[in-house]
């Protein structure tokens, strides 16, 4: 499987750093870290994590025929992450559209995707191992692998199954599939939300993910097929 490793003890974020120097770098190049300084959620939200205790790493697509992908690049990520945690006989893992990996009803990952197209795209992927703590004010309740699983994890194990997988999914792309683990897995499905699109707001029902991995609210007895944006549980 050709990919690229690189591992910083501490680093400022792992996105951040294949951002800036993604034209020095290969596609597929995985930057891992024990700890980031300023780990980056979605619109400038933070990413925190305990030093040596999680999973965080971010990986780079250069290929221009998986880069007309990229508006899905999160969802078959986040799809990966679950196929992985289940292989540690964790019930109960579920994706919330788009980008957050649950277990119990508690957030295990978090999935942040940016770039400049059609040049390259960073995904960058922070999940919860070994920590047992976390702090107050996160927008969801949190939990680890270790937590669910009732034991330590071993982080480089578990990276040697996930980039691999991640790489083998992407290069084989098998859409159907990817879609059909997601409409299992589906956090969303038949809940009340507040969908965030473009400023404008709607409140509606999920009632499924589409075959172009939107999330279908209906709203009003209107069918609204979402692309992007910030979805609240009502
Ligand atoms: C995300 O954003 O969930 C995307 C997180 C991506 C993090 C990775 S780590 C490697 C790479 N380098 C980076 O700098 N980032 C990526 P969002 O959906 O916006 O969620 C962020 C929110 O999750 C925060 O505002 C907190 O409320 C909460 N949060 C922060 N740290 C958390 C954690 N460790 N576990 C669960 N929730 C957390």
Same mark, same amino acid.
Request: charged residues 25%; contains cysteine; hydrophobic residues 40%.
């Given at each position: 499987?050709?990919?690229? #490793?690189?591992?910083? #003890?501490?680093?400022? +974020? ?9 034209? $020095?770098?290969?596609? *597929?190049?995985? /930057?891992?870290?024990?700890? #980031?300084?300023? !780990? ?8 925190? +994590?305990?030093? !040596?205790?999680?999973?965080? *790493? ?10 007309? #992908? ?35 009803? =508690? ?14 795209? /960073?995904?960058?992927? !922070?999940?919860?191992?070994?920590? =047992? ?28 199954? $996930?980039?691999?997988?991640? /790489? ?39 009632? !499924?993910?589409?075959?172009? *991995? ?21």
């Amino acid at each position: 499987m050709q990919y690229h #490793q690189i591992h910083f #003890q501490e680093i400022d +974020s792992t996105n951040t750093y294949l951002k800036n120097t993604y034209k $020095l770098l290969s596609n *597929f190049t995985f /930057v891992s870290t024990d700890y #980031q300084s300023h !780990g980056k959620g979605r619109n400038d939200r933070t990413w925190s +994590s305990e030093p !040596g205790e999680n999973l965080m *790493f971010s990986f780079l697509i250069k290929d221009k025929n998986l880069l007309k #992908q990229s508006p899905i690049i999160s969802l078959l990520s986040a799809v990966e992450v679950a196929k992985v945690l289940e292989t540690y006989k964790i019930k109960h893992v579920s994706i919330k559209w788009p980008n957050d990996v649950l277990i119990n009803d =508690k957030k295990v990952c978090g999935v942040l995707a940016e770039g400049q197209l059609p040049d390259y795209m /960073v995904v960058g992927i !922070g999940l919860n191992v070994n920590q =047992k703590k976390f702090p107050e004010g996160l927008r969801r309740p949190a939990t680890s692998l270790c937590l669910e699983h009732k034991k330590d994890i071993n982080i480089e194990e578990l990276k040697e199954k $996930l980039f691999p997988q991640l /790489v083998d999914s992407l290069i084989n792309l098998n859409l159907n599939k990817s879609l059909e683990y997601f409409r299992i897995h589906n956090y969303l499905l038949n809940k009340r939300v507040k969908a965030i699109v473009n400023n404008q707001t709607f409140i509606g029902e999920v009632v !499924g993910i589409d075959d172009s *991995f939107c999330l279908q609210v209906v709203t009003h007895g209107m069918l609204l097929h979402i692309d992007s944006g910030e979805i609240e549980i009502l």
